[in-house]
């Protein structure tokens, strides 16, 4: 098995949904006012540490995370659901930093050790 100790990959949190625009309109209620859902929110990027791993080797073949976005809200006071959250799990003593920038993130030294990376829209 190959060994990789070093890889670079790109997250993208979710996008919120978008509210729905409706009003109420029944018989008797002539000005019914607004009915529309908000949204859900977009999906977060966890990284977390395991020791079932041993190597960055998954990373070369999937260097792009993405998290769900949230549904669209809908009439009757429907709310979208949230988008499902991604985590990504590696060795334990991976650092985690930002590409951009060099800074680090996190040193993740303990199993189950977990860092938010990309937070989902609203």
């Known amino acids: ?6 890889a670079e990959i790109s997250v993208t ?5 978008d509210g729905c625009v409706a009003f109420r309109r029944e018989k008797f209620v002539p000005r019914g006012g607004p009915s529309g859902g908000d949204g859900g929110n977009g ?3 966890f990284v977390e540490a395991t020791t079932r791993l041993t190597t960055l080797l998954d990373f070369r073949y999937r260097p792009h995370i993405r998290a769900d976005r949230g549904e669209h809200g809908r009439g009757k006071d429907q ?3 949230g988008g499902e959250h991604q ?12 590409a951009d920038t060099g800074e680090t993130l996190a040193d993740l030294k303990q199993d189950g ?4 990376v990309a937070k989902g829209g609203k």
Do not use: N, W
């Open 1 to 6: 098995m190959k060994f990789v100790d070093e």
């Open 13 to 17: 949190a979710g996008s919120g949904g």
């Open 43 to 45: 999906g977060h990027i």
């Open 79 to 81: 709310y979208g659901h």
């Open 87 to 98: 985590t990504i799990r590696v060795p334990v003593g991976t650092l985690v930093r930002d």
């Open 113 to 116: 050790q977990r860092v938010s």
